[in-house]
Nanobody, 122 residues
Framework: QVRLVESGGGLVQAGGSLRLSCTAS????????MGWFRQAPGKEREFVGA????????WYADSVKGRFTVSRDNAKNTVYLQMNTLKPEDTAVYYC???????????????WGQGTQVTVSS
């Protein structure tokens, strides 16, 4: 089992920045891809971005490319989501994930954090 704990959410004005962190514990010896998903009110959870265990590969949803960056520090068992130029439509609960299969062309996660709220005001 892998336990994930997110932090760093909050309220920010449009155009601002936030950095989310997610720290893993438990079976962190496994070399998992890790990533971020988000769920806005009334919408399904969607993929935001992911990073391979080595950090050499990253993937992003088109809606966040060029604005968001996923990174990781394996020594700290932590993955980050740097969010710049935030828009009101980025408002959502953001979830950290680990061990990320692609099912039917859609990213998902075997392990989930509890989520952290990000609210972007206009």
């Amino acid at each position: 089992q892998v336990r994930l704990v997110e932090s760093g959410g909050g309220l920010v004005q449009a155009g601002g920045s936030l950095r989310l962190s997610c720290t893993a514990s438990g079976r962190t010896s496994s070399r998992h891809d890790m990533g971020w998903f988000r769920q806005a009110p009334g919408k399904e959870r969607e993929f935001v971005g992911a990073i391979s265990w080595s950090g050499s590969n990253t993937w992003y949803a088109d809606s966040v490319k060029g604005r968001f960056t996923v990174s990781r520090d394996n020594a700290k068992n932590t993955v980050y989501l740097q969010m710049n130029t935030l828009k009101p439509e980025d408002t959502a609960v953001y979830y950290c994930g680990a061990d990320l299969p692609i099912v039917g062309g859609t990213w998902t996660s075997k392990y989930w954090g509890q989520g952290t709220q990000v609210t972007v005001s206009s």
